[in-house]
């Protein structure tokens, strides 16, 4: 099945700085990966995802990028604020439906420091 | 805005009791999941179902079973619960079709403690 990891498992930026978070993946099968944002004490919320049909998407602050050939794909976010502290989760599945399965990779607690 | 309710936040409970986690959301949704979060293992599926009364096992089925008896209800029970089934556990929906597997909705979770 697929495997997904995720680093760094934490990351500490200043305020301002820019946070790169990185997820590999094993199943080239795999087309589809959003990224959820869990802040402290409530609910993952997905913040943007990617079709393996592109290979960047940007939304503001936060862009992820995605490279086929290398099974690898990452969370930017630029200037950072104390408000993007939070768990990130990136995650993988064959397929847009119920029975693709997302996998989740094991999270990245980011730290922003003002 | 999609509202994904579990009944409790924190539960305690003893070595071989049977526990019920209750979920419920308010948008009609076809699809319902049950993750179970833990630290550095990030979010792992135990049971989801695509429809009333049916269910197919996630990646980490063992020691659980599930129950849909209404579209917007879905249940977690741990038949005789043990000490590594403490853990954070989340319920999620989603809208069916094109794009099932996208925009899972979370509910805030239920922190489970067994002693």
């Known amino acids: 099945g697929e495997n997904v990891e995720q680093h760094p498992s934490t990351l500490s930026v200043q305020e301002g700085d820019s946070a790169v978070i990185k997820c590999t993946y094993s199943?080239?099968?795999?087309?589809?990966f959003p990224w959820y944002k869990q802040e402290l004490g409530k609910r993952p919320q997905l913040i943007i995802d990617?079709?393996?049909?592109?290979g960047e998407k940007k939304d503001q602050r936060i862009a992820v990028t995605l490279n086929k050939t290398a099974k690898h794909f990452s969370l930017h976010i630029t200037e950072t604020q104390p408000e993007d502290s939070a768990v990130y989760f990136c995650?993988?599945?064959?397929?847009?439906?119920?029975?693709?399965?997302?996998?989740f990779g094991g999270g990245t607690r980011l730290m922003v420091k003002p | 805005d999609v509202k994904v309710t579990q009944s409790s936040r924190y539960l305690v409970k003893r070595t071989g009791e049977k526990v019920f986690l209750e979920c419920v959301q308010d948008?009609?949704?076809?699809?319902m999941f049950w993750y179970r979060q833990d630290p550095g293992l990030g979010l792992r599926l135990i049971y989801f179902s695509y429809d009333v009364k049916m269910k197919e096992k996630g990646d980490i089925p063992e020691g659980y079973s599930v129950s849909r008896e209404k579209k917007e209800r879905f249940s977690l029970i741990l038949e005789s619960a043990s000490t590594n089934q403490t853990s954070m556990y989340l319920c999620a929906s989603s809208l069916e079709g094109f794009g099932a597997n996208e925009k899972l909705f979370f509910g805030s979770g239920t922190q489970l403690s067994v002693l």
């Open positions: 995650a993988a599945s064959t397929g847009y439906n119920a029975g693709n399965m997302l996998t």
């Open positions: 990617i079709r393996s049909n592109v």
């Open positions: 199943d080239s099968a795999s087309n589809y």
């Open positions: 948008m009609d949704h076809e699809n």
